[in-house]
Every structure is written in C-alpha cells, then in structure tokens.
Nanobody, 124 residues
Framework: QVQLVESGGGLVQAGGSLRLSCAASGRTYTIYAAGWFRQAPGKEREFVSRISWSAGSTYYADSVKGRFTISRDNAENMVYLQMNSLKPEDTAVYYC?????????????????WGQGTQVTVSS
C-alpha cells in the first residue's frame, strides 16, 4: 500500500497563499496519479486537482483554476498544491489521494490511498 501524509495547512487572510505538501511512502512505484480533494464544514468532499505521476498532466476544478497549481517530485515522492489568491470559500480540510488504477479521474472512488487531511482556513 501507499501511505500519504499532508502538511502545510494553516490560517491565512483572503488573498494570501499557502503551499500544501503530501509525502508518499510505501509502494510508491504503484502510483499512477495523485490528487487533492477538500471537504468544507457541512459539505461533501470535492475534487480540487489531480496530476499524472509520470507525465505530469494536470486537471483542475473550475473553482480553483488559475489560482491553484498542483505539482509532483517523483524523486522525492512528493505532491504539492500551491494555492494563491485564497478566498474564504476555500476553507476546508484538504486531503491528498493517490491511485494505482490506470485512470486520470476526479472521482474520489477511483483513489485507493488517502492522507489524514490538513486544515486550511481563509479569513475574510
């Protein structure tokens, strides 16, 4: 299995930036894609972004496109989410996920490894 640990969350004012990190360990050679999801209070967990592990192709939810950037460092088994121009509606617990399935998906059911989550709070 793959284990994932997120870090980098915190409290930031609207318009500010944060960079989330996700460290992968275990059978990292099985990772085909990694993604970020988030869950705001009282809402369902939603897709934010994903990246293919080898080619690095990316995809974003419309709500974060142009503000967030996903990247990965294969050598260090790290995934990052650079978040700029943060808005109060970005407040959520952010989860890193990975999949060994040969799919590039925004559906959380396609991901089989999850981190514990990191809180991001954006104040207005």
């Amino acid at each position: 299995q793959v284990q994932l640990v997120e870090s980098g969350g915190g409290l930031v004012q609207a318009g500010g930036s944060l960079r989330l990190s996700c460290a992968a360990s275990g059978r990292t050679y099985t990772i085909y894609a990694a993604g970020w999801f988030r869950q705001a209070p009282g809402k369902e967990r939603e897709f934010v972004s994903r990246i293919s592990w080898s080619a690095g192709s990316t995809y974003y939810a419309d709500s974060v496109k142009g503000r967030f950037t996903i990247s990965r460092d294969n050598a260090e088994n790290m995934v990052y989410l650079q978040m700029n121009s943060l808005k109060p509606e970005d407040t959520a617990v952010y989860y890193c996920a990975a999949t060994a399935r040969r799919v590039l998906s925004r559906d959380q059911s396609d991901y089989d490894a999850w981190g514990q989550g990191t809180q991001v709070t954006v104040s207005s």
